[in-house]
């Protein structure tokens, strides 16, 4: 919790009011500390490190200096830490909103901004907070994890006390802690002064009784009460005297004033009674209502189940599973320890995760999912076979926004929670199974050694992009230095030449390592730490690491930078690590004359299928061998190279292009692609279309419908992607943009409209669909190529990744004119591939969307939508597309969801009871007008735009990468902020039957004037161009289906028509129409 401005207001207030600045010496007293903020606090002031991940090390030693400070003072220490996020609720939305905060701070950390007051952004490294209670548990403090959010038991153990409190949470100004507050940033260690406030001072000079400070700060905006909920009461008070004031100051004075002229004996309901009739609207008042309830609640001091527990050791507590089960005393009793995580906690009694942020790149994916299979074993043993938990939604970045999703826990043969205690050797056992480190070498390494080793061999394993072996090397680096104290060299003493580096894509495998790590410490404390938890200070250091990377990159080999006597250790952690890994997973390049006889025989089937063009044959190793063989053989490597692989196949040409595809395919999804990738991959598209385009007659080539639409998907993903890494000019070397500038027709957008058209003529596609359309046979129009499966299905495919290309470089309307002959709304002919269909109705939607014919694109969303729910076990049995086709269904819920906030109307029941599941709060923001959510929302869902031609290379702009996309958003957020007004009058007009325009002008503090011209912008946006007929997309009548029907006489607004929801019996009344219809056909074919 938190009053915005509070504390800045107070300080500056000391001087008209002196009362408030009471200096004491903080001598032989308990003091209940505030944990959570204390460690941001020491770790902020002192100034060390956000950037490069944690400066462990020497965070452990200022957190310890200040204890013994504290304790050399006769000082007593209570410390008391956040616990498990609250079932509640009640606070999801500010926990969503600094989330994303965080998200933002570690976008600007990472490309190394400040703010711009010209400070650093500050973001705790993810395993500061393990850091600091490593302090209290090695140095004895006392220390306690709350239930839940710790204000509440801080404040009552410090009125039971009669203790000071210390933190810099403003809240204590507010709660009835007797024996005062001191701010954090007013308390000086060294000298044991601080500036204690006092409740009564703070009410004194707010000229009110104490009992009405909740209700103050309730007014003043907390976390529980948002700045959209006090608007209405903002505006009441604004007019209050503000004595020249200005900003939120006019806030602080208008509320002061307010509550300082209403009469001394008020009590509190009393007060806020004369808070609400200060409001017109009815649904403003009810809104603030229930807001501040919830706030004067989490004011009241109960006793804290943590007074027996820091006095003599009993563990109580009010948490319970999600299935309102008792939570086992044992788990209790760790979790108040330390030593069961938050998270965990979170996941078995709320369903609810907020994984953590750190800086890295956030156009890439998070780092948290690198460990999410550890995270899911461990809500299966914490979820007891479903008995305790029913559901884990994990909040994480995608991308730049703040998303959930849905965690299954893995459930097969793993044992209860309530029953980990009873075999030693199997919690070991299973620990080092999930880390893939069941080995004697693993097992053989000193006891504070086997969990770093551990995790970075998962690390290794599962790290996406792949871990590079100098990340390896620097991390195990760093362990050793760590442990053998040799790291002062490096930060004590720094190389003046250099200043502090920061490899961005080391960055990227040292936020997964610390993920990592994170979670098999969780994973080890849930089944009662089978192996010793190791101290982050000697595993992990952020600045050490980025230094070591920079010594190897710049040629120095791991071994000289090793004392002769830790040698022996790094190699001991590098064996244990890497030892069998090119077992189970990847092979190594350069052995490929020594490939597993299985992909030697994969390859000659593979030919042999091609060559003598056996569909199913291809069909058979293409959708399943050559995936499976990929997971077990090529997961973090790339397959054989071409070169080789034409010996294999006595250098047939065809066959090797089509391999090619393959290879430089599975690179992009599963590598990162380099410079020559990119080149290399597009010459090979360039061979393979050449093939098949400049022929007199057919090419004597069958390849499936999925493997058609994979090269063509795959043709326009590659020419996506280089366009977008051609963008980022400002992180590339001077050879690299030398090269890119002297090569600006590779990966040409011209180059590939033109294949595209190609086979679009080639194939005859259009003149097929239009006699098929027409009810003719498509085959008397084909010609000779377009009569052929291949042209046939390539020609169609390439119409549909036309409509995407167009899309991407943000002309819809050219997207819609190369589907003319395509009747989106029958079903098709040609298009058998499910990706291909999600495909097209996620562009025409999204197109429809930005053309604003929101009908339309609602209509399409909801098409493809339920498809996909029907059609759901095919994609479950199509493992390598299931991920991309989910995450274009969860996008195409997002753009429902907006498209509904913009033109409400009546949905497939299935279509909206999944989108109120999904997106329920989200729906909630958009209807609320919420600009940031329509930004956050747009981003997510929308395509990832690209310019049409390469940048600037002698001058290349700062964020060029970005401008396809912003002036997309623009577009986008100039129709919210016209239709935003229009939210706020269709939710009145939803209420009314009559209404005086003057009333409407005065709930929204608009002029009446305003109000004509809004409710005529009104009118206008419910009319909608809708298609009704034909194949022409672009084609429609003007239509009103708006939920709310209104018109204007004189000075009255009359709403005419509320359409309410039909029924379930519509959809019924429906069937039997068409039933009778196709009986009056039978009946009429039967009498022929």
């Given at each position: 919790m938190g009053v915005r401005g509070l504390t800045s207001y107070l300080v500056r207030s000391e001087e008209s009011a002196p009362y408030l600045r009471r200096l004491i010496k903080l001598r032989d007293t308990k003091l209940i500390i505030d944990g959570d903020n204390l460690c941001n606090y020491l770790y902020k002031e002192n100034g060390f490190d956000c950037r490069c991940g944690g400066q462990y090390e020497e965070f452990y030693k200022k957190v310890l200096l200040f204890f013994e400070a504290l304790k050399s003072k006769g000082v007593e220490s209570f410390v008391v830490l956040d616990g498990a996020y609250d079932r509640s609720d009640k606070k999801l939305e500010t926990r969503k909103e600094r989330t994303q905060e965080r998200i933002e701070k570690a976008d600007r950390l990472f490309r190394n901004e400040t703010s711009a007051d010209g400070d650093e952004y500050f973001l705790l490294p993810l395993l500061a907070k393990f850091v600091f209670v490593e302090v209290l548990r090695d140095h004895l403090i006392k220390f306690a994890v709350s239930d839940c959010e710790a204000d509440h038991d801080i404040a009552s153990l410090a009125k039971d006390w009669a203790c000071p409190v210390l933190s810099d949470d403003s809240d204590f100004f507010i709660f009835d802690v007797k024996g005062g507050f001191i701010p954090l940033s007013s308390f000086d260690v060294d000298q044991s002064t601080a500036r204690i406030f006092y409740r009564s001072d703070v009410a004194r000079y707010f000229g009110i009784r104490e009992e009405l400070l909740p209700l103050l700060a309730s007014l003043l905006g907390n976390d529980y009460v948002s700045r959209e909920a006090l608007k209405p009461f903002n505006r009441t008070i604004c007019n209050f005297p503000s004595d020249g004031l200005s900003g939120k100051e006019v806030r602080f004075s208008g509320v002061k004033y307010f509550l300082s002229q209403l009469p001394n004996s008020i009590s509190e309901t009393q007060a806020f009674e004369c808070v609400l009739g200060s409001i017109e609207s009815s649904e403003s008042r009810e809104r603030l209502e229930k807001a501040v309830e919830y706030s004067l609640q989490e004011y009241a001091i109960t006793k804290s189940n943590l007074f027996d527990y820091l006095r003599n050791g009993v563990v109580c507590s009010l948490l319970r599973t999600q299935s309102n089960l008792?939570?086992?005393?044992?788990?209790?009793?760790?979790?108040?320890?330390?030593?069961?995580?938050?998270?965990?906690?979170?996941?078995?009694?709320?369903?609810?995760?907020?994984?953590?942020?750190?800086?890295?790149?956030?156009?890439?994916?998070?780092?948290?999912?690198?460990?999410?299979?550890?995270?899911?074993?461990?809500?299966?043993?914490?979820?007891?076979?479903?008995?305790?938990?029913?559901?884990?939604?994990?909040?994480?970045?995608?991308?730049?926004?703040?998303?959930?999703?849905?965690?299954?826990?893995?459930?097969?043969?793993?044992?209860?929670?309530?029953?980990?205690?009873?075999?030693?050797?199997?919690?070991?056992?299973?620990?080092?199974?999930?880390?893939?480190?069941?080995?004697?070498?693993?097992?053989?390494?000193?006891?504070?050694?086997?969990?770093?080793?551990?995790?970075?061999?998962?690390?290794?394993?599962?790290?996406?992009?792949?871990?590079?072996?100098?990340?390896?090397?620097?991390?195990?680096?760093?362990?050793?230095?760590?442990?053998?104290?040799?790291?002062?060299?490096?930060?004590?003493?720094?190389?003046?030449?250099?200043?502090?580096?920061?490899?961005?894509?080391?960055?990227?495998?040292?936020?997964?390592?610390?993920?990592?790590?994170?979670?098999?410490?969780?994973?080890?404390?849930v089944l009662l730490e089978p192996v010793q938890t190791p101290c982050i200070r000697k595993v992990f250091n952020g600045k050490l690491v980025h230094c070591l990377q920079r010594e190897l990159t710049t040629g120095s080999k791991p071994e000289s930078l090793m004392s002769p006597s830790s040698?022996?250790?790094?190699?001991?952690?590098?064996?244990?690590?890497?030892?069998?890994?090119?077992?189970?997973?990847?092979?190594?390049?350069?052995?490929?004359?020594?490939?597993?006889?299985?992909?030697?025989?994969?390859?000659?089937?593979?030919?042999?299928?091609?060559?003598?063009?056996?569909?199913?044959?291809?069909?058979?190793?293409?959708?399943?061998?050559?995936?499976?063989?990929?997971?077990?053989?090529?997961?973090?490597?790339?397959?054989?190279?071409?070169?080789?692989?034409?010996?294999?196949?006595?250098?047939?040409?065809?066959?090797?292009?089509?391999?090619?595809?393959?290879?430089?395919?599975?690179?992009?999804?599963?590598?990162?692609?380099?410079?020559?990738?990119?080149?290399?991959?597009?010459?090979?598209?360039?061979?393979?279309?050449?093939?098949?385009?400049?022929?007199?007659?057919?090419?004597?080539?069958?390849?499936?419908?999925?493997?058609?639409?994979?090269?063509?998907?795959?043709?326009?993903?590659?020419?996506?992607?280089?366009?977008?890494?051609?963008?980022?000019?400002?992180?590339?070397?001077?050879?690299?943009?030398?090269?890119?500038?002297?090569?600006?027709?590779?990966?040409?957008?011209?180059?590939?409209?033109?294949?595209?058209?190609?086979?679009?003529?080639?194939?005859?596609?259009?003149?097929?669909?239009?006699?098929?359309?027409?009810?003719?046979?498509?085959?008397?129009?084909?010609?000779?190529?377009?009569?052929?499966?291949?042209?046939?299905?390539?020609?169609?495919?390439?119409?549909?990744?036309?409509?995407?290309?167009?899309?991407?470089?943000?002309?819809?309307f050219q997207a819609f004119k190369v589907l003319e002959n395509v009747e989106l709304n029958k079903k098709s002919l040609y298009s058998r591939v499910p990706a291909c269909q999600i495909t097209t109705y996620y562009y025409v939607g999204f197109a429809y969307l930005m053309m604003k014919r929101y009908q339309d694109a609602i209509r399409s969303f909801c098409n493809i939508l339920l498809y996909i729910q029907r059609t759901n076990d095919i994609f479950q049995t199509i493992s390598y597309q299931n991920e991309q086709i989910m995450k274009k269904k969860d996008q195409m819920y997002v753009l429902l969801a907006i498209c509904l906030t913009l033109y409400p109307q009546r949905l497939d029941e299935h279509v909206h009871s999944q989108l109120r599941e999904k997106n329920a709060d989200r729906l909630q923001q958009l209807q609320r007008g919420n600009l940031q959510t329509f930004e956050e929302l747009f981003s997510y869902a929308c395509p990832k735009f690209i310019s049409p031609v390469p940048p600037n290379f002698d001058a290349p702009p700062a964020n060029f990468n970005r401008e396809p996309f912003n002036l997309q958003l623009k577009v986008f957020m100039n129709e919210?902020?016209?239709?935003?007004?229009?939210?706020?009058?269709?939710?009145?007009?939803?209420?009314?039957?009559?209404?005086?325009?003057?009333?409407?002008?005065?709930?929204?503090?608009?002029?009446?004037?305003?109000?004509?011209?809004?409710?005529?912008?009104?009118?206008?946006?419910?009319?909608?161009?809708?298609?009704?007929?034909?194949?022409?997309?672009?084609?429609?009548?003007?239509?009103?289906?708006?939920?709310?029907?209104?018109?204007?006489?004189?000075?009255?607004?009359?709403?005419?028509?509320?359409?309410?929801?039909?029924?379930?019996?519509?959809?019924?009344?429906?069937?039997?129409?068409?039933?009778?219809?196709?009986?009056?056909?039978?009946?009429?074919?039967?009498?022929?």
């Open positions: 008792e939570l086992d005393e044992e788990v209790l009793r760790r979790f108040r320890e330390g030593k069961f995580s938050t998270d965990c906690m979170s996941s078995l009694t709320a369903g609810k995760v907020f994984l953590r942020v750190q800086v890295e790149d956030c156009e890439r994916r998070s780092s948290n999912q690198c460990s999410m299979a550890l995270r899911q074993l461990m809500y299966g043993i914490l979820s007891d076979g479903g008995r305790n938990m029913k559901r884990i939604e994990e909040w994480d970045r995608e991308g730049f926004a703040l998303m959930n999703t849905d965690v299954k826990p893995y459930n097969d043969k793993i044992p209860s929670i309530s029953s980990i205690l009873i075999d030693p050797h199997g919690r070991l056992t299973m620990f080092l199974d999930a880390l893939d480190s069941d080995s004697a070498y693993i097992k053989s390494l000193p006891k504070e050694l086997a969990l770093v080793a551990s995790s970075l061999r998962f690390l290794h394993r599962n790290s996406q992009p792949p871990l590079e072996n100098s990340h390896l090397h620097a991390l195990l680096c760093s362990c050793v230095k760590l442990e053998d104290g040799s790291w002062k060299h490096y930060l004590e003493h720094p190389t003046k030449a250099f200043s502090q580096p920061f490899d961005e894509r080391a960055a990227q495998s040292f936020c997964q390592w610390q993920c990592v790590l994170r979670d098999a410490i969780h994973l080890n404390f040698l022996a250790r790094y190699q001991e952690l590098c064996t244990a690590i890497t030892v069998d890994q090119e077992e189970k997973g990847s092979i190594d390049p350069q052995s490929y004359p020594h490939m597993p006889e299985e992909i030697r025989s994969f390859i000659h089937f593979f030919h042999k299928h091609v060559t003598n063009q056996n569909l199913s044959g291809i069909q058979s190793i293409y959708e399943k061998k050559f995936n499976k063989l990929t997971k077990r053989y090529f997961e973090k490597s790339p397959w054989p190279e071409p070169d080789y692989v034409a010996s294999l196949v006595d250098g047939d040409q065809v066959f090797l292009i089509l391999y090619k595809e393959l290879y430089y395919r599975h690179i992009y999804n599963k590598l990162k692609p380099t410079l020559e990738h990119h080149f290399e991959s597009y010459f090979n598209y360039c061979d393979l279309f050449n093939y098949i385009l400049n022929t007199d007659e057919p090419v004597p080539l069958s390849l499936p419908d999925q493997w058609l639409w994979d090269i063509i998907d795959e043709f326009i993903y590659q020419f996506q992607a280089f366009s977008q890494y051609r963008s980022k000019l400002l992180k590339k070397g001077k050879d690299e943009v030398e090269i890119l500038r002297e090569n600006t027709k590779i990966w040409n957008v011209h180059s590939v409209l033109n294949v595209l058209y190609s086979l679009v003529e080639k194939s005859k596609i259009n003149h097929q669909l239009e006699r098929y359309n027409q009810g003719g046979d498509p085959d008397s129009v084909a010609g000779e190529f377009g009569i052929h499966p291949l042209y046939k299905m390539l020609g169609y495919f390439s119409l549909i990744s036309l409509l995407r290309l167009h899309s991407l470089l943000g002309d819809y919210v902020l016209q239709q935003s007004p229009i939210l706020v009058i269709r939710s009145y007009l939803k209420l009314y039957t009559t209404m005086p325009i003057a009333k409407l002008a005065a709930f929204l503090d608009m002029d009446e004037s305003q109000i004509r011209t809004q409710l005529l912008c009104f009118k206008h946006k419910q009319r909608n161009l809708v298609w009704t007929k034909g194949t022409d997309a672009l084609e429609g009548e003007l239509q009103s289906s708006s939920e709310v029907d209104f018109y204007i006489d004189q000075d009255m607004i009359h709403i005419a028509d509320t359409k309410v929801e039909r029924r379930y019996g519509d959809f019924f009344i429906k069937q039997i129409h068409k039933f009778e219809e196709v009986t009056r056909k039978i009946q009429a074919f039967s009498n022929t």
